[in-house]
């Protein structure tokens, strides 16, 4: 049974960080491209960080208002990946996601194809 879990996040301040991590088990995580989207009520469900099988190959992916202060991770032995968000604002509340797609590279992630999904966690940023 493939079981993405998603913990860290919770409520902080604008301008402060928080580190999301995604533990997996079931899968063959390192056959996996890891990505983490974010759905803020009433609206739709956002790529926001993408990185392949491979780190070492540096294959990232990341949304524009997220560049320059999301980073994603990940440790292969382990089999989570991470991603540490700095310098929160606002808008970025929403409940992030973690999600394992075996096909597509990190920018071709979609919500509609991805294999597995983690059950979500809250993140609040307050103003």
């Known amino acids: 049974q493939v079981q993405l879990v998603e913990s860290g996040g919770g409520l902080v301040q604008a301008g402060g960080s928080l580190r999301l991590s995604c533990a997996t088990s079931?899968?063959?995580?390192?056959?996996?491209?890891m990505g983490w989207f974010r759905q803020a009520p009433e609206k739709e469900r956002e790529l926001i960080a993408a990185?392949?099988?491979?780190?070492?190959?540096?294959?990232?992916y990341y949304r524009d208002s997220v560049k320059e202060r999301f980073t994603i991770s990940r440790d292969n032995a382990k089999n989570v990946v991470y991603l540490q968000m700095n310098s929160l604002k606002p808008e970025d509340t929403a409940v992030y996601y973690c999600?394992?797609?075996?096909?597509?590279?990190?920018?071709?992630?979609?919500?509609?194809?991805?294999?597995?999904w983690g059950q979500g966690t809250q993140v609040t940023v307050s103003s």
């Open positions: 990185i392949s099988w491979n780190s070492a190959a540096g294959t990232t």
């Open positions: 079931g899968l063959a995580f390192d056959m996996y491209t």
């Open positions: 999600a394992a797609d075996r096909l597509r590279s990190p920018a071709r992630l979609t919500p509609t194809t991805v294999d597995y």
